[in-house]
């Protein structure tokens, strides 16, 4: 009797050529066009097959789900036409999530892009001269001036006066001749510095810095993809200068010291200073190159963060290469930044991978902005160094406004102390004081309130701790806390 009943229903499902005949359904592709508007139609009529097949679908509510076509048409339309890459609220209280895209950028950063994007652009074509020129030329002449300026950014007096004692001297090389390219990650940054360097070499590292960059993308990896030989000296947890001089041989070609970004080695544990690594550098004529991964480009003390190593400190020591990231410490959009000695930076410039690895002009466009931003010294246009510079009371009272705007008797809210951490890599030590706003509802779990989040448009993205969900506002934008708020209403009431 049921096989008879879902045969006479399957028998009333029109044909998709029916379905598109209809006025209120051919309409949409005047908006959607019809390839789409066809499929969407396809995969409603098959979701309404399955449902006749497994029963769940009477007369009457085969006669509801007709007479709803277009609807269920217009949201397959959207589900299958929206963007897969959307916004979401960051509640984490991690500044540099890496799963949420890294650093935001900054409002002159978003509009730079949007001025670029449209229309053409100068990328690499020199306007006096009316003849081509070279994309570096737009965030190169900003870095200059940060990294060759002993007043270009802040950072320790000590470090400050160190470099310039050695300058003198002349045990490192001018600042002047400090000299920058971008790619498209750190990766690449380093894949481009020891393919340039160190191909058919050895280069040698402690054992204590093979660390992994992220997404399994480990340091013995990409060196064997430069074509540079890995020679491992000391142990995990220490290493001194005279492992790597035990270890030069006539088929060095680079010392490298990974900065221990994403971990750190505690106890019994040695590291030679940078100091003694440059003056063995020097005395045996090889490079030393720093892989320093998260790339401050600023002192991160004032907000903080301590033991953090910034890019000015590296070269100032007399570092003769430097690679960083683009989107994290510095703020701005993912590339990779190669800089220092102009000679050993012209060679990684006319390597063949640097074509490959090239950014386009909207990265280039997002990273002049920032890089202006540093220019100025308007730190707080930044969106990640402002998240860094908040306290803990400010974001304490943005957390009880947002409490007492939900008014529900099923949503508790309770206002605790907490920790905000950098992320991506960056600072694994360092935590910043903060208050979290820690909720539980009546009738949902810690995890089904969390989803109920995820759900919400935008969704809000949050932390699942100790049978509570925990927002931290750090890193939300304070335009965004209204939108949190009304979504914890609606899951409440």
Do not use: W
């Amino acid at each position: 009797m049921k096989k008879t009943a879902n045969s006479e229903l399957f028998r009333e499902l029109p044909s998709v050529d029916e379905v598109l005949r209809r006025p209120e359904v051919s309409a949409l592709a005047l908006h959607h066009g019809a390839s789409a508007v066809t499929d969407a139609a396809r995969v409603v009529l098959a979701s309404l097959r399955n449902e006749i097949a497994s029963g769940l679908l009477n007369g009457q509510k085969m006669k509801i789900a007709l007479d709803g076509l277009r609807p269920a048409i217009e949201a397959q339309l959207r589900r299958a036409l929206a963007c897969s890459l959307r916004s979401v609220i960051n509640a984490t209280g991690v500044i540099l999530h890496t799963n949420l895209g890294r650093a935001p950028l900054a409002e002159a950063a978003i509009e730079h892009i949007r001025q670029t994007a449209g229309e053409y652009s100068n990328l690499e074509f020199e306007i006096e001269a009316g003849a081509r020129g070279k994309r570096d030329v737009h965030v190169q002449r900003l870095l200059s001036k940060l990294l060759n300026d002993p007043a270009g950014l802040r950072r320790s007096t000590d470090h400050v006066a160190t470099a310039a004692s050695a300058v003198q001297s002349g045990d490192i090389p001018s600042h002047s001749k400090i000299s920058t390219i971008v790619v498209n990650n750190n990766a690449a940054a380093v894949l481009l510095a020891l393919n340039s360097l160190a191909e058919g070499g050895e280069v040698i590292v402690s054992r204590g810095e093979l660390v992994e960059i992220g997404g399994s993308f480990r340091i013995p990896d990409v060196m064997a993809k430069s074509g540079a030989t890995l020679r491992e000296v000391g142990t995990t947890n220490r290493t001194r200068v005279g492992d790597y001089e035990a270890a030069i041989s006539e088929r060095t070609k680079l010392l490298l010291r990974v900065h221990r970004s994403n971990f750190e080695i505690s106890g019994f544990t040695e590291q030679p200073a940078m100091a003694d690594l440059v003056a063995l550098a020097r005395k045996r004529n090889l490079p030393l190159m720093e892989d320093l991964g998260s790339g401050a480009l600023v002192d991160l003390e004032s907000f903080g963060i301590r033991g953090e190593t910034n890019v000015l400190d590296s070269l100032h020591a007399g570092v003769d290469v430097v690679t960083y990231s683009g989107d994290k410490l510095l703020g701005g959009p993912q590339a990779g930044l190669i800089s220092g000695r102009a000679d050993l930076v012209a060679r990684m410039r006319s390597n063949s991978l640097f074509r490959a690895l090239r950014v386009d002009k909207l990265s280039y466009a997002a990273l002049e902005a920032t890089l202006l931003a540093y220019v100025k010294r308007d730190y707080e246009a930044i969106p990640a160094l402002r998240m860094m510079q908040r306290s803990r009371d400010e974001i304490g009272a943005r957390a009880e406004s947002v409490a007492g705007r939900v008014g529900s008797a099923k949503l508790q809210a309770e206002i605790v102390d907490g920790e905000s951490v950098i992320g991506g890599g960056a600072a694994p030590s360092s935590v910043l004081p903060t208050r979290l706003l820690a909720l539980t509802c009546s009738g949902l779990s810690a995890d089904e309130l969390a989803a109920r989040l995820r759900a919400s448009e935008p969704p809000i993205i949050s932390r699942v701790e100790e049978g509570r969900v925990l927002l931290d506002l750090r890193t939300v934008f304070p335009e965004q806390d209204t939108v949190i708020a009304d979504a914890l209403h609606r899951i409440a009431n």
